[in-house]
């Protein structure tokens, strides 16, 4: 793993920048700084500066563990594609197969409330997201405890859900629901890109840098030994300085948001 900001790493960015990227970012902890109340997390009015102009020289995404109705009134843009509950939703036809994740979430959500009511665990949330679920701990008293107990919990639910771990949060998803990776690809094909950028902070996210796919550069937000990604930033507040970076090196390429230019824009 390189650090971005190395000669080595803004090398590689130049080499992996065609005229046709297609610029990815996950929200919480990437564009938007982690907060202790998930309601309050915002874009920083500069970051979302830097996402209209780089809009105009390629096709962004957000793809977010959030579900769409959260994430919608967060931005304050308009990407072109916008992507939720870690990759189900937004996809063209998503809705054909989400019925069953819909339902899942729905019986963990009755069973854990049912669980919770004979072992309520203080500071623990539970955020349903219609498709998946989220069990926040952050407040937990003792947080080592709270993951211990919770995971013997999810090890109950029916169906068994796939449990992804992230900052003080757990994320059950579907076994067979398309994650972030699967969405990026798809997302790839879709607008004919010659290559990706995917910027992330999680474990989610890993889902996208392990991919490996030579025409997607990956990059993590903090360092992190067990990380798939090509490069890291070493925090939140770096991504101005990335996004700054990918606009210079598109402007000089003379690139342009090939989907937004042709008029067409797929849905
Ligand atoms: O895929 P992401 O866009 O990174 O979303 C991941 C989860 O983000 C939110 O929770 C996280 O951010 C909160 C606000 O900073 C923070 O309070 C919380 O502790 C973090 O886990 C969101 O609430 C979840 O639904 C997303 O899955």
Request: hydrophobic share 45%.
């Amino acid at each position: 793993m390189t650090d971005f900001f190395t000669e080595a790493g803004l090398a590689r960015l130049a080499h992996s920048v065609p005229r046709r990227l297609l610029c990815a970012f996950d929200f919480d902890g990437t564009l938007a700084p982690i907060v202790s109340e998930p309601d309050a997390a915002a874009l920083p009015p500069a970051v979302q500066a830097l996402l209209q102009r780089l809009l105009e020289l390629a096709p962004v995404a957000v793809i977010t563990g959030r579900s769409l109705q959260d994430i919608d009134a967060r931005l304050g843009f308009d990407p072109d594609f916008v992507i939720g509950n870690h990759g189900i939703e937004g996809t063209p036809n998503w809705q054909e197969s989400a019925a069953m994740f819909r339902r899942a979430a729905q019986n963990w959500r009755e069973q854990l409330s049912t669980l919770l009511e004979q072992g309520p665990l203080p500071g623990c949330r539970l955020e349903d997201k219609a498709y998946s679920l989220s069990v926040h701990y952050r407040e937990a008293p003792d947080a080592v405890a709270a993951e211990r107990t919770l995971r013997a919990l999810f090890a109950r639910l029916d169906p068994p859900p796939r449990v992804v771990a992230g900052k003080f949060v757990f994320n059950l998803v579907h076994d067979d629901a398309p994650h972030k990776g699967d969405a990026l690809e798809r997302l790839i094909e879709l607008t004919g890109a010659e290559a990706a950028l995917y910027v992330g902070d999680d474990v989610t996210d890993e889902d996208v840098f392990r991919l490996q796919r030579p025409d997607i550069l990956s990059i993590r937000v903090e360092p992190h030994a067990d990380t798939a990604a090509h490069a890291w930033i070493a925090s939140q507040r770096d991504i101005a300085r990335l996004l700054a970076q990918v606009i210079s090196l598109l402007e000089r390429q003379g690139a342009r948001n090939w989907l937004r230019h042709a008029g067409k824009h797929p849905e």
